[in-house]
């Protein structure tokens, strides 16, 4: 089965590059646990954000449909620095946990399944 993001492993390396200028610039460490610790903070500013455009917060609705959209890129890169950090095989386990599926749908002859 061919990787199904193919070209993963060249857009976290961008998303290293950034990273590592932001070490860089403002002096952090990014050893150990930090990258889970990010992820938990962005995961906190995504939850607020999401109230805040669900109008359950005492933040203003205007924009907040953008700031979810900005936390939701912020967890993603998150994610994927920390699975570099880890040398966690992201194509892989999606292929495992996820992507296992399709067969399992196709055999039920699923209408929904759309092969690529």
Not at 14 to 38: E, F, M, N, P, T
Not at 56 to 73: K, L, P
Request: hydrophobic residues 45%; glycine residues 6%; contains cysteine.
């Amino acid at each position: 089965m061919s990787q199904p993001l193919p070209e993963l492993e060249a857009f976290v390396d961008r998303l290293k590059a950034i990273s590592d200028r932001y070490q860089r610039v403002y002096d952090v460490d990014r050893s150990g646990d930090w990258h889970l610790i990010k992820v938990q903070e962005e995961m906190g500013e995504l939850t607020q954000a999401y109230l805040a455009m669900t109008g359950r917060s005492r933040r203003s609705v205007d924009g907040a449909r953008h700031d979810v959209a900005m936390e939701m890129a912020d967890v993603i890169c998150m994610v994927l620095l920390m699975a570099r950090s880890e040398g966690i095989d992201l194509n892989a386990a999606i292929t495992e946990k996820w992507l296992k599926w399709e067969q399992v749908m196709a055999d039920e002859g699923a209408p929904e399944l759309i092969r690529a």
